[in-house]
């Protein structure tokens, strides 16, 4: 049994959805607001409970507008992306919505950048990459979540780390800290979201054995 309203998170789960055009660009996101939900998201587990979650909340016009500068300067790799779902219209409708954020990134009233107080070493082992990410990353989906329940949305990004020096450099991010995404936030305009289209959970599980599919039973 449960004492959860299942209606209700199932609701929250299903439709937080990666909210690009329907960010309000012109209504102010309150600190207060935001640093609730980045509370929530502290309760996340992390990797031998490290807890190297450090959060960069972009508020200042300025730099907002440079950083979106930054990030527009990936807008080639978005455009590029486009030309190779053209075969598939609900990706490349994805990859249009990425275009206009892209060329408006500066315009949302804050931008978040989850990092960890930690640097991976190079040629770090795969079991050492997935539990550093994996320390960062449900805290960010939590944020996402807590966002989406106060009538907020955001999506998850990661163009500007292709040009992370430089983002580093305008922001004073120190040397040993690893910049996990960039989430624009911002209230919606509506709130209703519908769940997104995804293959039968049958099609994408195994049981037991990856090459034996289907519930044996």
Known sequence: MSDFDLATVDRLLSTTRAVRKRLDLSRPVPRDVVLDCIRLSQQAPTASNTQRWRWLLVDDPELRRALGGIYADGIPAIRWSMEQAAHDPQTRDVYDAALWLAERLGEVPLLAIPCLAERLPDGAPLVLAASTFGSIYPAVWSFQLALRSRGLGSTFTTLHLLFEQRVRD????????????????????????????????????????????????
Do not use: C, H, M
Request: aromatic content about 8%; overall charge positive; hydrophobic content about 40%.
């Open 170 to 217: 305008l922001l004073g991010i120190p040397a040993d800290v690893t910049q996990a995404a960039l989430l624009p936030v911002a209230y919606t305009k509506g709130l209703e979201f519908r769940p997104g289209r995804r293959p039968p959970v049958e099609s994408i599980v195994r049981w037991n054995r990856w090459d034996a599919p289907g519930d044996p039973s």
